[in-house]
């Protein structure tokens, strides 16, 4: 079983009007409702591809109870730690002539709700996937993801983590399967501004030399590089389509990678994992199986 955790997911209210005017009363021309959070994401790419998983999340009041329906509707299974106060966040998100986002900043997670996350965590059997993606709430300590792997090892579970900075750093001495930070961060991870490939595999080989399995780093428009298990360097390119909307192409290519391993070899893996980006990026919400499939082919 695949199991993702979101610390702090967000339902988005996505707005579109021809004009944002601050200051006074505004109209729209249509709304959605996404349910968000990198975890989720991943969730809900993951069951495009036909992969199963267990969206672990931390939330709170009737907008907790919205994400927990809402995925439920979705065919995704949950299990929620339920916060005794406040309520999971709205983010607004404005689609007009610019763009204009107000994210919300989410409950605090007390230390008895990190605890019955744990315990949730303990019955993790091995050759399940964990996927830890993401930034945490300041609410948290920012050891959570190493607290997190350092429970679990020894017990055969793969862990993926999409996070950066200190957060990923952390975690690399207990040997996550898949890391997927983007060439910004990996460049802000190392102090440095990444400026061409060979720097990019400079710098994903030093985390891989400190114990990560896979490292992916994604470019956006540029596509990616992936250093594999056996230290096999990939250089992928992308898809090609019309740009709607990039935000969870990251999240989708976690998706893509793990449902590929589950099925292929390395290289599938990164095709799909190219394919689920490319299919967000060129949609307004995440990637679609349809589009997924025909994308792939084109690779
Ligand atoms: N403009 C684009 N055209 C084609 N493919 C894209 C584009 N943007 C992203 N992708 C695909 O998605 C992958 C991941 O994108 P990106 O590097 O933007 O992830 P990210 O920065 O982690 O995003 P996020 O964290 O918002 O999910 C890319 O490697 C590429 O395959
Ligand atoms: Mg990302």
């Known amino acids: 079983m695949v199991y993702t955790v979101t610390f702090n997911p967000a339902i988005d209210y996505v707005v579109r009007m021809d004009r ?3 200051g006074s009363v505004n109209r729209t021309k249509s709304e959605q409702i996404y349910y968000g959070g990198k975890g989720i ?4 790419v993951l069951k495009e591809l036909g992969v199963p998983s ?3 999340c931390f939330v709170a009041g009737f907008t907790g109870e919205a994400i927990e329906s809402g995925l439920g509707a979705m065919g995704i299974e949950t299990d929620f730690v339920k916060l005794a106060k406040g309520n999971s966040r709205i983010n607004m998100k404005v689609k007009a002539d610019e763009e204009t986002e107000i994210n919300g900043q989410g409950p605090d997670i007390s230390d008895t709700a990190v605890k019955e996350l744990f315990k949730k965590l303990e019955r993790l059997e091995g050759g399940d996937i964990l996927v830890l993606a993401g930034s945490i709430p300041s609410s948290l300590p920012p050891d959570i993801y190493e607290r997190i792997l350092e429970r679990l090892q020894g017990r055969n579970i793969k862990a993926v983590v999409d996070a950066a900075g200190e957060l990923l750093m ?6 996550p399967f898949l890391i997927k930070p983007n060439s910004l961060e990996l460049g802000e991870m190392f102090g440095v501004t990444i400026e061409s490939d060979e720097q990019i595999e400079t710098y994903a080989n030093k985390l891989r030399e400190l ?5 992916l780093v994604s470019m956006a428009g540029d596509g990616s590089m992936l250093i594999d298990e056996n230290g096999a360097v990939i250089r992928q390119g992308v898809c090609k389509g019309e740009v709607r909307n990039s935000v969870g192409a990251g999240d989708s290519m976690v998706a893509g990678f793990i449902a590929g391993s589950l099925k ?3 290289a599938y893996a990164l095709r799909l994992a190219t394919a689920a980006g490319g299919a967000t990026a060129f949609s307004d919400g995440l990637a679609e199986r349809k589009l997924i499939d025909e994308l792939i082919k084109t690779l």
């Open 41 to 44: 994401n991943v969730s809900i």
């Open 264 to 266: 292929g070899d390395t």
């Open 54 to 56: 267990k969206a672990l």
């Open 211 to 215: 114990g990560a399995k896979n490292v």
């Open 170 to 175: 952390r975690v690399l001495k207990y040997e």
């Open 20 to 22: 944002l005017v601050p």
